[in-house]
């Protein structure tokens, strides 16, 4: 028997978000590649402001890790995603603002489009970036994942 972790997850952040002690929430981070290279925006808003990050968001109750990748691309920078699979995860434990996230990262394709910025209020702009030539500062969860070794690459 295989064990289900994304249930696990959602039950507890549900229980966990209905007391009041502090939570730890789960996010889900999209990687998109396109021609080697990476999207980000870099940030506005009270979260982790002027910092570079994946498109991405908060999952919803009762939402699959997928379904959260392709509605926060659509709803963040106007694409359309396919091929949507999870990659890995990070704990991100965020001291400065009293925030813990658990990072969901999920890799996608968006072979046609280009980023818009559909929330003015959370992103400056969207850039195509190589993975060896990030730009700086970058968010905590993004920072966690290089740390970790990752590197992006397509299937």
Not at 21 to 44: A, C, E, F, W, Y
Not at 72 to 99: H, P, V, Y
Not at 139 to 145: G, K, M, R, V
Request: charged residues 25%.
């Amino acid at each position: 028997m295989e064990f289900d972790f994304r249930r696990v997850i959602r039950n507890n952040v549900y229980h966990m978000n209905q007391s009041k002690n502090p939570v730890v929430r789960v996010g889900v981070g999209v990687i998109i590649l396109r021609n080697g290279k990476v999207l980000l925006h870099k940030r506005k808003g009270a979260h982790g402001p002027g910092h570079w990050s994946f498109p991405g968001g908060h999952l919803e109750w009762m939402e699959t890790w997928e379904e959260c990748a392709a509605r926060e691309t659509k709803e963040e920078c106007g694409l359309d995603i396919c091929n949507i699979r999870f990659k890995t995860a990070t704990n991100d434990q965020m001291s400065g603002e009293e925030k813990h996230y658990v990072t969901i990262y999920m890799l996608a394709d968006a072979p046609t489009g280009e980023p818009q910025i559909m929330e003015p209020d959370k992103c400056e702009c969207w850039e195509w970036h190589e993975w060896d030539n990030l730009p700086e500062p970058l968010f905590i969860p993004l920072q966690n994942l290089i740390k970790s070794g990752f590197r992006p690459k397509s299937p």
